[in-house]
């Protein structure tokens, strides 16, 4: 089993950045996929991101691609979110999670450990 904690987040003007971090901790990630999932009031919960960190390779979703950076620090157990360009639409809790295998468009089904969540609000 996995221990997710997650920092960062907050509120921002629309436009603006911010960047969420996440460590993991019980096992190291080097076999896991891990990634970025956010629920907004009254919406299931979606992917975001995905990275790879076997081979680095990575997934976004539509909505934030050329706005959004998913890295990771095999070295640090670490996730990272860089959100750039928010907009009011990106504004949820967002979660991160990891998973054993890689799966297309990151399937919330192959998640099995998740972090706390941490609110991430954009305003005009």
């Known amino acids: 089993q996995v221990q997710l904690v997650q920092s960062g987040g907050g509120s921002v003007q629309a436009g603006g950045s911010l960047r969420l971090s996440c460590a993991a901790s019980g096992r190291a990630p080097s076999a896991y996929v891990m990634g970025w999932f956010r629920q907004a009031p009254g919406k299931e919960r979606e992917g975001v991101s995905c990275i790879s960190t076997v081979d680095g390779r990575t997934y976004y979703r539509d909505s934030v691609k050329g706005r959004f950076t998913i890295s990771s620090d095999n070295a640090k157990n670490a996730v990272y979110l860089q959100m750039n360009s928010l907009e009011v639409e990106d504004t949820a809790v967002y979660y991160c999670?990891?998973?054993?295998?890689?799966?297309?468009?990151?399937?919330?089904?192959?998640?099995?450990?998740w972090g706390q969540g941490t609110q991430v609000t954009v305003s005009t």
């Open positions: 999670a990891a998973a054993a295998v890689w799966g297309s468009k990151c399937p919330i089904g192959y998640f099995g450990s």
